[in-house]
Each structure stands twice: as C-alpha cells, then as structure tokens.
C-alpha cells in the first residue's frame, strides 16, 4: 500500500507559500506558509498534519486492539498534539503527546491500560516518529 501527497512551494522560506495536496482529494491546495506554521494564519503545517495522523493511526489500532479483545468502543477520543523545538541549528519534532478519553462498556481499567499501550507502542505512525510518545488514557 502506497499513499501519496504532493506539496508545491513558491518563493523563499519565510516569504513564500504553498500547497498540500492528497491522492484522495482531502486535501486539495491547502495552504501552508511560515505563518501557518509559525503564526497563527489559517492554513495547516507539517506537525499539525503529522498530530492529525497519529491521533487517527492510534485510535484506529485501538479500535482494532478493543475488537480483537471483545470489547466494542462506545467512544474513543484522542488528541494527539506534537511539539516542534529549535535543535542543533534546526528544528525537531521532539514530542507527540496523546490524550485518550475512551467508553468502552465492561472493560477493565487495567486491561484498559494495557490494550491502549499495545496500540500506542505499534501503530504504523508511532513506529515511524523519532519523537518521545506518551499517552494519558482515561477510561470513562
């Protein structure tokens, strides 16, 4: 399996903008510039793209981890929010942080635990960052 997305840059790195674009058309055009990423001007960025992905990889490999299990989630909400620092002459997504609120009827605080460590520790993008990953997983 193999997804794609495309990014087109026009002009200098703080002065300049661009463009994200999906195979599949969620994103198509979406801006991103020094100030979406630095600032607060409407567009996206990189780290907010790479949260988006792993709050929905590791709520997904939960989903799946609770299934496998037998236990169907009620509701499973997660932010994930990932910290960009300065380091050595650049900069390095340091930290992707996880927050789980979960519902999930006749399970286990500990099991709870459990489940949501396996998930978090092997889903595809937790494997990929070079980041620290926490997780704080509240079963309600």
């Keep these: 399996m193999i997804r794609k997305a495309h990014a087109q840059w026009r002009g ?8 994200l674009t999906t195979d ?13 990423r630095f600032e607060s ?13 792993h ?9 799946f981890q609770l299934q496998t299990a037998g236990f169907t ?3 499973l ?12 002459g650049g900069f390095k997504i340091e930290k992707s942080a996880l927050t789980l609120r979960a519902k999930v009827p006749g399970l286990d605080k500990a099991r709870f635990d459990e489940l949501a460590g396996v998930a978090e520790k ?14 704080d997983a509240t079963l309600e």
């Design 12 to 19: 200098t790195g703080r002065d300049g903008t661009g463009d």
């Design 24 to 36: 599949s058309g969620v994103l198509s055009h979406t801006p991103y510039s020094f100030k979406t």
């Design 41 to 53: 001007e409407p567009g996206t960025n990189p780290e907010e793209l790479i949260a988006a992905a």
């Design 55 to 63: 709050a929905g990889c590791f709520t997904m490999a939960l989903a």
């Design 73 to 75: 989630p009620e509701e």
């Design 77 to 88: 909400n997660t932010e994930a929010a990932v910290s960009l620092v300065q380091a050595d």
């Design 122 to 135: 092997n889903c595809p993008v937790s494997r990929v960052l070079n980041a620290e990953i926490t997780l």
